[in-house]
């Protein structure tokens, strides 16, 4: 099965994805990496009116050590989240975590956001984040 129709959007701002997202009046999905968002979508789980692209948005994709936390953007992939030190020293269980997840066309692409807002059950991340 495909996914049904939709209308797609790439922003270059949050306060732009906000306003779209408002637009749509909750008939409009995020879209990251689409590794969870899409095969929902064709198999027709989800079926948003429209796509809003935020792959454009700058500084979403960057990992930071905040005081006494570890602040990781919507945009970080898993890629990312597997090599980098600053996750493997304080976020220990994502670093073991994340070579599991798909193959590495999917990490190259699925970001941690996005299986978090999809509650993607295939990575685990939801239930990491958790712990």
Avoid at 17 to 31: C, H, N, P, S, T
Avoid at 61 to 84: F, K, M, N, P, W
Avoid at 97 to 113: A, K
Wanted: net charge negative; charged share 20%.
């Amino acid at each position: 099965m495909k996914a049904a129709d939709f209308l797609y959007h790439r922003v270059q701002s949050l306060d732009e994805a906000v306003k779209m997202l408002a637009d749509y009046d909750g008939e409009a999905r995020i879209l990251a990496g689409g590794q969870s968002l899409i095969p929902m979508m064709n198999m027709r789980l989800w079926r948003p009116a429209a796509l809003i692209d935020i792959n454009a948005v700058q500084g979403l994709d960057h990992i930071h050590v905040d005081d006494d936390y570890i602040r990781v953007g919507a945009l970080v992939r898993y890629e990312t989240l597997e090599h980098s030190p600053v996750v493997a020293q304080h976020l220990p269980l994502l670093a073991e975590m994340v070579p599991y997840i798909g193959d590495r066309q999917v990490r190259n692409r699925g970001t941690l956001g996005g299986s978090l807002v999809q509650g993607d059950p295939t990575a685990e991340m939801p239930l990491a984040c958790m712990v």
